[in-house]
């Protein structure tokens, strides 16, 4: 299936790893531009020189999603180098886990500036472009959480919601202009976050993170957690032409995990 992705630019937040990783090599491997960013130089040089020696154009900028004026920066250069954004991607690191008498104003703050402002300001950043040019695709990583939440998280599922709301309204706002809004909701998946969780939750239950990763797999009906490719092949899809009618959705990765009807 033809994508119709070839010369599309796409902006990857947090793709020095992980999931923002895994969906920029899927994107770079249907013919995307790519503009990727992350905190850590090391691992952006990294997945950019990886990215660019398999031939795709890509431009890297360092930023902190949680800082306003770095993503004003970083889509400016995007649009500099490339003369248009197509595609945004929005993605972050998930706050720390634990119940609500857990985390201070101060945690709380960070989780909304870190998982819902920062999605909030690359919309802002992108949208004009998109609204001018007549076509654009909003993807934003968030969290089975939404739809069923999951126990000890109540930082991401609370963020996690209210991106939810930003994006669906969003939906009905932009559709007329050829853009898309949609969420993907990525289940237990082998990543390094998932690792760190494990061994978080572990730590406080006093038992191991392979128990603890045992644990989610037998609530799996596919018995196992998810790769970040099988992920990244539904990004890549939602940002397709073949995608055009399909917006104000959230669309669970989980292997089965979600019990509900919807």
């Known amino acids: 299936m033809d994508f119709g992705l070839t010369d599309r630019v796409a ?13 920029a090599t899927e994107l770079a491997s249907e013919g995307c531009k790519l503009l990727l960013c992350a905190r850590g130089e090391e691992s952006l040089k990294e997945a950019a020189n990886e990215l660019s020696s398999a031939g795709s154009e890509v431009c890297a900028e360092l930023a902190d999603l949680t800082d306003p004026g770095d993503i004003d920066r970083l ?50 950043a992108v949208l004009p472009g998109m609204r001018e040019h007549g076509f654009g695709r909003i993807i934003n990583i968030t969290s089975i959480a939404v739809k069923q939440p999951v126990d000890g998280l109540m930082l991401s599922n609370s963020m996690r919601a209210a991106v939810t709301g930003f994006a669906r309204t969003l939906a009905n706002e932009v559709a007329s202009s050829g853009i898309t809004v949609n969420n993907v ?70 292997g089965g995990w979600i019990r509900g009807l919807l």
């Open 75 to 124: 889509v400016a250069s995007g649009l500099s180098q490339f003369g248009r954004i197509d595609i945004l991607v929005t993605n972050t690191g998930g706050p720390p886990a634990g119940p609500f008498e857990s985390h201070d104003r101060d945690a709380w703050q960070l989780a909304v500036r870190q998982n819902l402002d920062s999605v909030v300001n690359l919309t802002r």
């Open 185 to 254: 909701l990525p289940g237990y998946t082998r990543t390094e976050r998932l690792w760190q969780l494990a061994s978080k939750l572990a730590a406080d239950a006093g038992t191991t993170a392979e128990e603890a990763l045992a644990e989610w797999e037998s609530e799996i009906p596919m018995g196992r957690v998810g790769t970040p490719r099988e992920f990244a092949a539904l990004v890549a899809f939602l940002a397709s032409d073949r995608a055009g009618y399909i917006t104000g959705t959230s669309i669970p990765v989980d």
């Open 11 to 23: 902006l990857v937040a947090a793709s020095s790893k992980g999931l923002g990783r895994a969906v």
